[in-house]
């Protein structure tokens, strides 16, 4: 996919539509727009400027996702800071993600390895996800829930550990989704 695609997919999710203005607004007072703009740059350009842009942002917003990392179209940051996502972790389009959130890697046992999460997941802020765990499509994960099991699709997760507590899914938290916008053009 091509990188101006992938990038107005993304702002998309962000202002609900694709415009000039709605993408220097976005460009500009939304971190987490910001930050995406310049790592899908460094997903396709790894020369040292574009590197070194994307380690500033990542010092400035409180973001760490290496450019390796696998994430879908449609990505969206609601708020920024203490974001942690390992590089070997695969996220799926229309995701959300909230500031504390942490998708890591598990060193040992038998969940060693990294999280694949699927497609209009909602992360609230302070979740964390470890180990090589699959979460399933239209997942919501409640704030601060540790998630170290694989999620079925259209579970609604909370608690330490994360436990299902209802199969509502994440309908209603992602908005915005990149097959609307298909829809309007």
Known sequence: MKIIEMILQDLYRYGGGVSLKVFL??????????YMVWFRIGEKFGNPLVKYILFRKSIKFGIQIPRATKIGQGFYIGHFGDIVIN??????????????????????????????IGDN??????????????????????????VTKDIEDNAVVVGI????????????YVINKIEDMKMKR
């Open 25 to 34: 607004k976005s460009y500009f007072l939304i971190p987490g727009f910001n």
């Open 87 to 116: 590089g070997r972790s695969v996220i799926g389009k229309n995701c959300n993600i909230s500031q504390g959130v942490t998708i890591g890697q598990s060193s040992r046992g038998k969940n060693k390895g990294y999280p694949t």
């Open 161 to 172: 550990p994360a436990k299902v507590i209802s199969y509502d899914g994440a309908e209603g």
């Open 121 to 146: 997941c909602y992360i609230a802020p302070g979740a964390k996800i470890i180990g090589n765990i699959k979460i399933g499509n239209n997942v919501a994960i409640g704030a601060n829930a540790v």
